[in-house]
């Protein structure tokens, strides 16, 4: 199922294009974002005002990105079952480099560099074996990007990676959705999920921990993560069970706990419709923000306490992304782009736009 | 390229009341409950029990003329599932019961593997009134009957005597198990069942269904991940992208040659499904309905007159010809479902929304 030479050719030759750069990027903070515009799917960096500063083609859907801000570079990922990605230069000058999914493999969406620059770690599916695994790509000067190695994520459906404060501990989002890419999405296992947060060393792929919600809670999907000032690991879930079943959906972790579940107020909670579509927290790492596309809200979290601090609607709204602290920058399948937060009503940067729609995850540099 | 590689979790697929063009009619619930959910979840119950019937009878009796009959109602069984499988909300995703009733897809092939060691341990305990209920989905359904009918053991070809007894028994307590699990839905979406109150009558106190509205956008969002699912999961993965390249054995029920009556009745069940809602629209949008059903009967039509097996049908070129022209016109039907039908119902289907990730 692996996407076919030509098109992969194609592809790398796209890739091999300068992206367009359309903007000096300045000292102001930078977002990046996957959408579809006129029909085209791209990846852009743009700022909090929404100005477009490098669009990046893409030969597909995209989802959402490992960063490297300390050398000025991002690797974008086709949205599950993705068999491409591609890393390129923040600056418009770094060439960009086409990656394609090893065989037996396709990308979930979601990567992290490690400090150093010298290795990149993406969630990725091993299909016919049906469990997780973290692809690592060598990064360094020279490296290509090849893949050099996998480990292990503990679980099947492995979605969000991200990188603790240690800048060596992996905290991986094991949805425990059983997909194949023949049947897209399609979960397989409904009724043997056991979902999980893993924690990964990088350097070696050891298993450090592996936590896992109470048994009643077993199709509550864990798959996107952010993390607090105090280190903690939020987490967002998507219940895979009947509408009628309303579960709490974001809960919190530290090491060597047992992980916390928040239900919010009953109208939060039911508004969210069983998914949550991406994480965030602020600059401060003290509000968490929590986006439904499928309910049309943001909801926010105090980080200390786990209590909701409010609600934004926004129609298909999933990107989040740190704005200041409190502050939030969310963005919308309808092409919005607003700014928001727990006490400031959405106040708005781009309007909504038909032939716009940005995808769920937005990410400060 | 058939396979679009993408399919929308039945589970996420969202959709968000937006501004209405054309109101939901304001029984939506009560029409597409009596005039078809009920009535296709009896019809599913009555089949099943006809099933676990015939199959107790002829593993008493045996005889040709009781395999016949065991061969019947198991076809007749598949064709009432076909039209119940895409009403996947509600009472069927609760409790496993669609993977109690059809685990299906199968990518790593775990059914077979567990029906060959159960029928090699023949475990007196699974065959207990109920136990199977307790075990492995994977073992409770009719592709694992259609899997000891028809392959292996292939008890309805298999002479009497040896290791029959216990694959017979099994058989019949699958079929048991699927009875049981379709009485249940019957039950839920019966009148005075919980589920069946709630989705006839929606109103602001109601914890599933707040307004027709959210009815509408269950039964959009059935119909659009039903045809998806008939067309990217059953259709495409066997059709390949040429007649060499077909691979029939992605067929749900290639075994017992149903793969495609089955099909034809999914769809056949969607546009009597679409019926049953009865929807108005303005003078400018009312080529819908005709859309809808228009192209639902075509591709059911086409399904229907294919006079062989999946296998065969698939590795012929004509025929394979006539399943990609099927899959096309469910291509069709479902970009009217998601592009027209919907917003005409006020119902919004998101970028982000849709396509869970």
Redesign the interface.
Known sequence: MEIDRRRFLALTALAGLAPATLRAAGDAPLYLAARRAGGRYEAVVLDARGRDHQVVPMPARGHSFALDPARGRAVVFGRQPGFFAVAFGIDGVQPSVALQAAPGRHFFGHGVFLPDGRRMLATENHYEAGHGVLGVYDTSKGGEYHRIGEFETGGIGPHEVVLLPDGRTLCVANGGILTHPDYGKLELNLDTMRPSLAYVDAADGRLLERVELPAQYHRLSIRHLALAADGAVWFGCQHTGPAGERPPLVGRHRRGHEPELYAGPDDVLRGFRNYVGSVAADPAGRVVATSSPVGGQVAYWDTTSGRCLGLTPLADGCGVAPLAPGRFLVNSGMGELVRAGPDLAAHPVLPPSPGLSWDNHFRRL | ML???????A??V?L?A?PASAAPPADLGQRLADGYARPAMARLAEQAGRLEQALAAWCRDGGQAGAQAVRQAFGDTALAWAGVEFLR??PL??G?R???LA?W????GVMPRQVRALLGSADPAALAPGALASR??AMQGLPALEYVLYDEPGLLDAPAGGDRAYACGYATAVAANVAAVSAELRQAWDAQGDYGRQFTAPAPGN??YRSQQEVAAEAVKALSTGLQ?AR??KLA?VLGDSPQAARPK?AAFWRSGMALPMLAASVQGMRAFYGAGGYRYPDDLAWIGPAVDGELGRAAAVLQEIPMPVAQAAADAATWQRLALASLILKNAKDVVDQNFAPALGV?I????L???
Do not use: H, I, M
């Open positions: 396979n679009t590689k993408r399919w929308l979790c589970a996420v969202a968000a937006g909300f509600g995703v609760q496993n669609y993977e109690r685990f897809p199968d990518t790593r492995s989905v914890d599933l699912f990217d999961v993965p992605r919004v998101g970028f982000n929304a396509d869970g990730d």
